[in-house]
């Protein structure tokens, strides 16, 4: 039998809520501009423009709590809270009408971006991996199964504020591609499987932490975090 040159690392996971199980992730794809005020912050026209992904490393994801580090190599971090969904299972060509029966929980989550790194390779038509899948890149609450909590509302606020002052607040039914459309979309592309993450996208309002920050986010039904931006050193 084979063996490994090291041993290797644990499996990156995150916590159930209110369970000592945790929920081992095997994938993180993310959606990008889909709440059209976010869209059009960004200089896209959401009326025109397909759903589109990217990943961030399974290990980016961290607790959503506690002091979160300021990355090294940027001068301008931006928030965008999002709705998680995890799968129970997978497939490829997944039909919208079927999607749901694949979600396992939900969290609530930060995609966080090296915005001057992302501009930067745009500008030069380069990937921007480093803008967003940098360590620590996407902190997320423990989850909430299907099975004990349910689906969100459609409707269920989506909100964030930085020091007390509200900088993103919308609701789920603002999403272009809601989630059954989302999960069916991704699977058209590559074919889920248990253990995938799927962050659903941002509202408007997006901005910039700096170290001392202390940033609070909630979508209503599902969880809220509290967490501090710190020095890294």
Known sequence: MSEFAFTPP???SLAVFGSNLRFPIRRVFCVGRNYATHAREMGSDPDREPPFFFMKPADAVVPAEGALPYPPA???LHHEIELVVALRSGG????ADEALTKVWGY???????????QAAAKEAGRPWDMA??????APCTPLRPVSAFGHPSPGACIRMTVNGET???????????????IISHLSRL??????????????????????GDRVHGE???????DLEIVDKS
């Open 10 to 12: 644990a499996t990156p």
């Open 74 to 76: 940027t001068q301008e």
């Open 92 to 95: 490829a060509d997944i039909p």
């Open 107 to 117: 969290g609530v989550g930060l995609d966080l971006t090296r915005r001057d790194l």
């Open 132 to 137: 967003k899948g940098f360590d620590a890149s």
């Open 167 to 181: 900088r993103q607040d919308g609701s789920l039914d603002e999403m272009i591609w809601p989630i059954a459309d």
């Open 190 to 211: 590559v074919t889920l499987a248990p253990g995938d993450l799927i962050f659903t996208g941002t509202p408007g309002g997006v901005g910039a932490l700096l170290p």
């Open 219 to 225: 979508v209503a039904g599902v969880d809220e975090f």
